[in-house]
């Protein structure tokens, strides 16, 4: 009983960081309506930086998070002015293909840049642990769920509470009618677009320090989000968080318990996609 109740708790813990990098594709998709191939290269973004500032100057992960917020917003919004913006009327298949393709650009221009080889951050309480009765909790993954936690939060309350989330959720409700109200769509678009990018910046900083920072993590958090995503419902921000917990506590029960399990943790997330995906056939026939 104990194992899993650890296994639960690992999986709880990994559960925030699913849930920020796929409210961020949440977002684009629900407010701009673009599949963005390259979400994930966003993450990398971020987690590169936290590398080299740590590497370079000894910056702290911590002190890195308000860079990489800024700097993957900063980013997200240069790609959407000069790449998404002018394909936004053109049909799916064309914008899918401009993200996969940046997505592939930016993954062969950070193997250029840093290699193929995984870099890790690495400061003092890295492996730091905290004693919760006879379970024990990775410092860095508490931390990581508590501020990804906090970040959601923030998110909710931008959305509901301020003038530019209010016209946020009137864009992705209706495209045209808050045009007619004064509502400029282009600076929402960008503003959008440009958050869910931030987010996944700081999700990669994260993920510099609990796994590691490469050339192709990001793609593999893109596959990730987007089972998270068709799970909790297209464009369907509070289904999130819930989606990510299945899906990081189903990986963490196949690692633990299935033998061999530890190779067959990256494939969960292709299952649930499938199941969520056969389950909407058979309910839209």
Same mark, same amino acid.
């Given at each position: 009983?104990?194992?899993?109740?650890?296994?639960?708790?690992?999986?709880?813990?990994?559960?925030?960081?699913?849930?920020?990098?796929?409210?961020?594709?949440?977002?684009?998709?629900?407010?701009?309506?673009?599949?963005?191939?390259?979400?994930?290269?966003?993450?990398?973004?971020?987690?590169?930086?936290?590398?080299? @500032?740590? /590497?370079?100057?000894?910056?702290?992960? $911590? +002190?890195? %998070?308000?860079? *990489? #917020? =800024?700097?993957?917003?900063?980013? !997200?919004?240069?790609?959407?002015?000069?790449?998404?913006?002018?394909?936004?009327?053109?049909?799916?298949?064309?914008?899918?293909?401009?993200?996969?393709?940046?997505?592939?650009?930016?993954?062969?221009?950070?193997?250029?840049?840093?290699?193929?080889?995984?870099?890790?951050?690495?400061?003092?309480?890295?492996?730091?642990?905290?004693?919760?009765?006879?379970?024990?909790?990775?410092?860095?993954? @508490?931390? /990581?769920?508590?501020?990804?936690?906090? $970040? +959601?939060? %923030?998110?909710? *309350? #931008? =959305?509901?509470?301020?003038?530019? !989330?209010?016209?946020?959720?009137?864009?992705?409700?209706?495209?045209?009618?808050?045009?007619?109200?004064?509502?400029?769509?282009?600076?929402?678009?960008?503003?959008?677009?440009?958050?869910?990018?931030?987010?996944?910046?700081?999700?990669?900083?994260?993920?510099?320090?609990?796994?590691?920072?490469?050339?192709?993590?990001?793609?593999?958090?893109?596959?990730?989000?987007?089972?998270?995503?068709? @799970?909790?419902?297209?464009?369907?921000?509070?289904?999130?968080?819930?989606?990510?917990?299945?899906?990081?506590?189903?990986?963490?029960?196949?690692?633990?318990?299935?033998?061999?399990?530890?190779?067959?943790?990256?494939?969960?997330?292709?299952?649930?996609?499938?199941?969520?995906?056969?389950?909407?056939?058979?309910?839209?026939?």
């Amino acid at each position: 009983m104990e194992l899993l109740l650890q296994t639960l708790l690992n999986g709880l813990l990994i559960a925030g960081v699913y849930a920020l990098v796929a409210t961020g594709l949440a977002l684009s998709l629900g407010v701009v309506g673009i599949v963005n191939f390259a979400h994930g290269e966003f993450l990398m973004v971020g987690a590169f930086l936290s590398y080299l @500032l740590y /590497a370079a100057r000894g910056v702290d992960p $911590l +002190l890195a %998070l308000g860079l *990489a #917020f =800024l700097a993957a917003f900063l980013v !997200g919004a240069l790609t959407y002015w000069g790449l998404i913006r002018p394909v936004l009327k053109a049909p799916e298949l064309n914008q899918m293909l401009l993200t996969f393709g940046l997505s592939i650009l930016l993954q062969n221009l950070a193997l250029l840049l840093f290699g193929a080889d995984t870099r890790v951050v690495a400061p003092p309480y890295q492996a730091a642990t905290l004693a919760l009765g006879p379970f024990f909790l990775g410092a860095v993954p @508490l931390g /990581a769920f508590l501020l990804s936690l906090a $970040l +959601l939060l %923030l998110l909710q *309350a #931008f =959305l509901t509470r301020t003038p530019l !989330g209010l016209a946020m959720r009137a864009v992705a409700q209706n495209r045209l009618a808050p045009g007619l109200l004064g509502i400029e769509a282009e600076r929402v678009y960008l503003l959008a677009f440009g958050l869910a990018a931030a987010l996944a910046g700081v999700a990669g900083v994260m993920l510099s320090v609990m796994l590691y920072a490469s050339p192709t993590v990001g793609f593999l958090f893109t596959l990730k989000s987007f089972a998270i995503v068709a @799970l909790a419902g297209l464009g369907n921000l509070r289904g999130v968080m819930p989606a990510a917990l299945v899906l990081a506590l189903a990986e963490a029960l196949v690692s633990t318990y299935v033998p061999g399990g530890g190779g067959l943790v990256e494939a969960v997330f292709f299952l649930v996609l499938f199941l969520v995906l056969v389950g909407r056939a058979w309910r839209w026939g």
